[in-house]
């Protein structure tokens, strides 16, 4: 009597276990979306001594099949071309995100603003017309909104890799070029590992009206990947895991200007 007692209350309590481990599982979704954008801007360069540029640049996002205001990114920074393999630089872009609104605000659409600095290291290599290039960018964002650092890092950090190709036409103005850009999170949210965040391919022209302007043309897709984690408020524990993926298609036209 006493062991068939004792069995069932080893089944009870096996069963109770597995429910609360069966309650404590993250939920874990996948949410994907496309979308048709485009980005619009212009850069001034000036030569300050040798080898030395800054530069100026303004540009404007547009999401939702172009017809709602994304973003926002002014920026300034310098470059250095140390010879004709080598280059680097440094960049600081302020950043205008216009959001959507939340349920608790009734949806009302608000500006978040960030700060982005970046730096590059590029390495090129000339073989006849054709120029191949791989550019290093450590990037780092910082938000000013207020996040739960569980769920967000206020200040995130990227490492992005560049492989470049670009052809120079000999009797037209034209270069062409395609491109594919990999970005890696270093420090992603407590609850998830590091992770391929986000893959770019791109393909376009540019085009030189003379020595000093230029415009460049591309078709750009990315392929953008987001965890987006949920914990407990009362407890910080991990609630839900939703990745997010966006193929988004991007039309640019850029404008360049040098003196």
């Not at 030569?47 to 017809?67: F, H, P, Y």
């Not at 680097?88 to 659409?109: P, R």
């Not at 953008?224 to 640019?252: F, M, R, W």
């Amino acid at each position: 009597m006493k062991n068939w007692k004792r069995t069932i209350f080893t089944i009870a309590l096996l069963a109770c276990v597995g429910t609360v481990g069966a309650q404590t599982e993250p939920e874990r979704t996948t949410v994907e979306d496309t979308d048709l954008q485009m980005r619009l801007g212009f850069d001034i360069s000036k030569k300050i001594a040798r080898g030395l540029d800054v530069t100026w640049s303004e540009e404007l996002r547009m999401k939702n099949t172009i017809s709602t205001v994304d973003r926002i990114h002014s920026g300034l920074g310098l470059s250095y071309k140390v010879n004709s393999y080598f280059s680097l630089g440094a960049e600081y872009i302020f950043i205008a995100i216009n959001h959507d609104g939340k349920k608790s605000t009734d949806y009302q659409k608000y500006w978040d603003l960030r700060h982005r600095v970046r730096l590059n290291f590029t390495a090129s290599y000339k073989v006849g017309q054709w120029k191949f290039s791989l550019r290093e960018r450590p990037q780092m964002t910082i938000r000013t909104d207020s996040i739960n650092p569980l769920e967000k890092r206020k200040t995130e950090f990227v490492l992005r890799s560049r492989l470049k190709a670009q052809y120079t036409c000999r009797t037209l103005p034209l270069k062409p070029f395609v491109y594919v850009e990999v970005y890696n999170t270093l420090n992603a949210p407590k609850f998830v590992s590091n992770y391929v965040e986000k893959i770019r391919s791109e393909i376009g022209v540019d085009y030189d009206l003379n020595r000093r302007s230029s415009f460049t043309f591309y078709y750009r897709f990315d392929y953008a990947i987001t965890k987006d984690v949920e914990v407990k408020k009362s407890t910080g524990a991990l609630k839900s895991i939703t990745t997010e993926k966006a193929y988004n298609h991007i039309l640019g036209v850029f404008y360049s200007y040098k003196f």
